[in-house]
T-cell receptor, first 113, second 110 residues
Framework: DGGITQSPKYLFRKEGQNVTLSCEQN?????MYWYRQDPGQGLRLIYY???????QKGDIAEGYSVSREKKESFPLTVTSAQKNPTAFYLC????????????FGPGTRLTVT | QQQVKQSPQSLIVQKGGIPIINCAYE??????FPWYQQFPGKGPALLIA?????SEKKEGRFTISFNKSAKQFSLHIMDSQPGDSATYFC?????????FGAGTTVTVRA
């Protein structure tokens, strides 16, 4: 099955700890994205990558970091600097950057207490 | 600051009714306007999309109406079914990014 895998589905962390969310795709897509979803606010772009070894900040990048060492993988680290990390995180990909058709993973719900 | 404003936040219709979701934007540089559908606990999935030089597009029971001069577009779900109950997001595409509306939760009662 082709698609995007995010793991784990639920993640719990203590305040002050960094945590890394996994995102893998086997669609052979060049572009990958990370979004944060909060109730009543839609999806907000955290980071995106147009190609391997390249990534750009989105609208709410503060407190987050990413890497893109392989085409199929785009992990997101939520650092202790992120003031409100509890949210639903969605990873997506598209054939190439600039395409409106993005394929989303099932998401990871992160709870920080 | 949200670049795409979406309303209403939620709506409830009876089976067979026509829920209508409205979106508005300011930036005329947007080049595509997609709609995404999201079921609880899942990621969104592309439903239908329209270019700004087209006034209407239909795919099955889903129709987008686009008013370029008013900078508004809307989604109509014809003959809605309980299986259409989901959250719908409008979006606008520009410069490798999508800007999403806040979402509308649609409930279709049997």
């Amino acid at each position: 099955d082709g698609g995007i895998t995010q793991s784990p589905k639920y993640l719990f962390r203590k305040e002050g700890q960094n945590v890394t969310l996994s995102c893998e795709q086997n669609l052979n897509h060049d572009a990958m994205y990370w979004y944060r979803q909060d109730p009543g606010q839609g999806l907000r772009l955290i980071y995106y990558s147009q190609i391997v070894n390249d990534f750009q900040k989105g609208d709410i990048a503060e407190g987050y970091s990413v890497s893109r060492e392989k085409k199929e993988s785009f992990p997101l680290t939520v650092t202790s600097a992120q003031k409100n990390p509890t949210a639903f995180y969605l990873c997506a990909s598209s054939i190439r950057a600039g395409r409106y058709e993005q394929y989303f993973g099932p998401g990871t719900r992160l709870t920080v207490t | 600051q949200q670049q795409v404003k979406q309303s209403p936040q939620s709506l409830i219709v009876q089976k067979g009714g026509i829920p209508i979701i409205n979106c508005a934007y300011e930036n005329t540089a947007f080049d595509y306007f997609p709609w995404y559908q999201q079921f609880p606990g899942k990621g969104p999935a592309l439903l239908i999309a329209i270019r700004p030089d087209v006034s209407e597009k239909k795919e099955g029971r889903f129709t987008i109406s686009f008013n370029k001069s008013a900078k508004q577009f809307s989604l109509h779900i014809m003959d809605s079914q309980p299986g259409d109950s989901a959250t719908y997001f409008c979006a606008a595409s520009r410069d490798y990014k999508l800007s999403f509306g806040a979402g509308t939760t649609v409930t279709v009662r049997a």
